[in-house]
């Protein structure tokens, strides 16, 4: 299966220069162990509508299976991926934000305070990760297997 992804890194701060983005590459990495194709891989603002507005031309561009997005899930004020992802989703996929959070239990105390969400937008989907790039790699680790069988479904054109 060849499967299309395009990274989203969300954060004001990086889209400025202020700060590197690391998170991308991190995405990439996941994206790599998925035997995926990067699309595309973009910066952000950390604005609600900015989100919203790339993640449905993305998902209905045609050109991406899967979009992964890095920051804004926390519990700060500018923290606002999740209401972006889900203004844009037709359906939720929580067992993947579920299970996301329980693979950062071990390496972190605040891994409750995750508020990433995962769903669809048409046959697209979205998942939010964590800004931290080792964050990624932790809480991604359990959906590598899960997500080869929920993109051959999404992707099956007879289902």
Known sequence: ???????????????TGE????????????????EGTVESREI???DRSAIAERLT??????????????????????DVTPEATRAVIDREAPGLAEAMR????PHTK????SRGVAGLRGRVLIINFPG???AIAESGEPLVDTLEHAMALLLDPNL
């Open 110 to 113: 605040y891994w409750m305070m």
């Open 102 to 105: 329980l693979a950062s239990k």
């Open 19 to 34: 700060r590197e983005d690391r998170s991308g590459p991190a995405l990439a990495e996941f994206v790599a162990a998925l």
């Open 57 to 78: 031309s993305l998902a209905d561009s045609g050109s991406v299976d899967l979009i992964l997005t890095s920051g804004g899930t926390g519990l700060a004020v500018s």
């Open 132 to 134: 931290n790039p080792r």
């Open 1 to 15: 299966m060849s499967l299309r992804v395009a990274i989203m890194t969300v954060s004001t701060s990086r889209l």
């Open 44 to 46: 952000v603002p950390d």
